[in-house]
């Protein structure tokens, strides 16, 4: 059996690693080592959990606040498995993911697949199926991946691709990352797989690491193009061609949203009208008689 490497960066998120490392700990698939990489922890809880932290085949490093990328690198260097999987220490794996992704990748002889992925069920303050697809799936096509990020960050790689990639780029400290990590992995040559079931489990609990990206979206997205331009060089067309399409296709649901909205204003009105009128000769019914 291969060796998994679990990286678990932590930054003052320590009350859910119970929850994170019982996860890996109750897969079906066994042979796995655990990194707890507390990247800097200010908040007390935290800090005091990581420091009595004891469980089997885990153990904590404690750096000081570097950023995600650095934290993960830092845990990957600390690892020997040929199988690496980098959880956020709030979310949680199915027990059957391992088992199923290293069945995949073992089969891969020919080393088509860089990473194994699955559906990813968001919980928490938020309950919505995202449905990742991969090489195997119907509708995937490499240059989606330049406009959205297709792939949960959980997903598990080949140490080879990372040590290829020169691991994660530790100065986008300000987010987006993973998704240049898998930008990287493609322009590689490889492609993913996915698992077609929900085998990943992402917490959206208060404002996440996402939320504060995103809100820098313009000036990040930027840099990501800039930093990977021959991968958006040569999947230009397809991509502005798939921006046309679904422009077209929100004109069209808008118009739709129009003429359904007229309609019912239209009802609403002619409705309105007839209660006026119902009302009106209620009353001449009631106040002309007493007025004879």
């Known amino acids: 059996m291969k060796l998994i490497s679990v990286i678990i960066p932590c930054y003052n998120q320590g009350i859910y690693l119970e929850d994170s490392v019982s996860s890996i700990l109750a897969q ?3 042979r796995t080592e655990i990194i707890i990489v507390n990247d ?3 908040d007390p809880e935290t800090i005091q959990i990581l420091e009595h932290f004891d469980k089997p085949g885990c153990k904590v490093l404690h750096t000081s606040n570097q950023g995600l990328p650095s934290a993960r690198n830092t845990g990957i260097k600390q690892t020997t498995g040929e199988y690496v999987c980098c959880l956020d220490a709030d979310d949680r794996y199915h027990p059957d993911y391992f088992t199923k992704a290293v069945t995949v990748l073992d089969a891969d002889t020919k080393r088509r697949f860089g990473a194994i992925a699955s559906w ?11 449905k990742t697809i991969g090489a195997n799936t119907q509708g995937f096509a490499p240059f989606l991946q330049g406009t959205r990020n297709n792939i949960h960050s959980s997903t598990m790689f080949r140490r080879s691709c990372w040590e290829e990639l020169g691991g994660f780029d530790q100065s986008m400290v300000q987010g987006y990352e993973d998704w240049d990590f898998w930008l990287r992995m493609l322009a590689l040559g490889y492609e993913w797989y996915c698992i077609e ?13 996402v939320d504060t990206a995103d809100l820098q979206r ?3 997205l930027e840099a990501l193009i800039r930093k990977n331009t021959v991968f958006y060089s040569d999947n230009f067309i397809p991509m502005l061609l798939e921006r046309d399409q679904e422009v077209r296709n929100l004109q069209q649901e808008n118009q739709n949203l129009r003429e359904q909205l007229q309609k019912l204003c239209e009802k609403s009105s002619r409705s ?10 209620s009353i001449a019914r009631k106040i002309l008689p007493a007025l004879k």
């Open 197 to 209: 079931e929900v085998l990943i489990y992402y917490r959206r609990q208060g404002t996440t690491m």
């Open 28 to 30: 079906t698939y066994q």
């Open 218 to 220: 313009p000036r990040l």
């Open 120 to 130: 990813v069920q968001l919980f928490g303050e938020s309950d919505v199926l995202w």
């Open 40 to 42: 800097g922890s200010t």
């Open 272 to 281: 309105t009208s007839q209660t006026l009128r119902h009302i009106s000769s």
